[in-house]
């Protein structure tokens, strides 16, 4: 869910949008199940996000809002959901495996205690052997345990192996799921949740270890009124090609992330701050310098320009105002005249 909406249905305005969700639903012909309830939360509660769009385009094919389509899109959008079924699906398949061998492990120890019956009583007829065929007979006894033991044995190395190769399958499975929970399907770039994770992990390790940190916000100039003019999957091509310039800069150990709308943010661990301003004036002048097209019309869509502030990590500041200070200088730069990097501490100082 989105941080908007996240926060709006726990504060005094959840009761006026859940029935305005309610009210919604009802005039589009849309059954209030749960999963279409978590759908119009964020379709009322954030019109212009990714999944508000699709809804939207959805509803006015005038096509019977089904079942099938509530779960195409909450399985797109709504990746804590997905996450929660593929890890119920990987546990349901885990607790079989592990069945299954617990089971084969039962029967090979079961077969142990016979054989070790069998050991003994053999012991103990030794010493009433008395001819040829009553020794045959008992070390075709004892060879038939054997051969039983072993066999049981192969049979738990067997299902061992293959249980271990189904767990490293269920382990990369899962790992996947994760990073498709933390990635933004439109960019590909890490999502919200992935980046406020990484911002704070990355916040404490600075501290931690002494050394620098700095946080970039990235916003594409006048995207409102662009999308106003193209439309919609334009303006999806728009952030797309930005997210592109974004990720191919943002290398590891950095970081790009999609933070919201036409909103970005880049993480940079420990780099001076001439290298993030080349870095950041570097992206600027890429995304700038292209005149883009429409796919559908091949219209030119002129060039997009981008405004970006960032701050560095200052002794004991946490991540919330590390982000404040970033967001202060992109918007230094919005007033300015857009198409520019601000530095929060050049800010402060000129100020």
Known sequence: MTEKVDTTVRGPDAYGLARRVLDDMEAAGVWPTPVNFELWLHYVGDPEGPLGREIRRILATKEPFSESTSEMLASEYLPRGRLSEEIRDAGRLLDRELSSVASTIANAHKSQVEYGVTLADASGQMDGVDNADALKSLVSTLADATQKAQS??????????????????????????RRDAMTDAL???????????????????????????????????????????WGHQTGDQVLRYVASVLGRTAKSPRLAARYGGEEFAMIFPDESIPSVEKALNAVLKEISSRALRRRSTNDELGAVTISAGFARLRPKETAA???????????????????????ADQLEQAA
């Open 187 to 229: 960019t590909n770039l890490a999502n919200r949740k992935a980046f406020d994770e990484h911002l704070e992990g990355s916040v404490g390790a600075a501290h931690a270890n002494g050394k620098g940190l700095t946080l970039a916000v990235i916003d594409i100039d006048h995207f409102k009124r662009f999308n106003d003019t």
């Open 152 to 177: 049981q044995n192969s049979t738990l190395e067997k299902q061992l192996q293959t249980s271990t190769r189904e767990v490293a399958k269920l382990r990369e499975h899962l790992e996947q799921v």
């Open 321 to 343: 105002g590390l982000l404040e200070r970033a967001d202060a200088a992109l918007y230094a730069s919005k007033r300015g005249g857009r198409n520019r990097v601000t530095d």
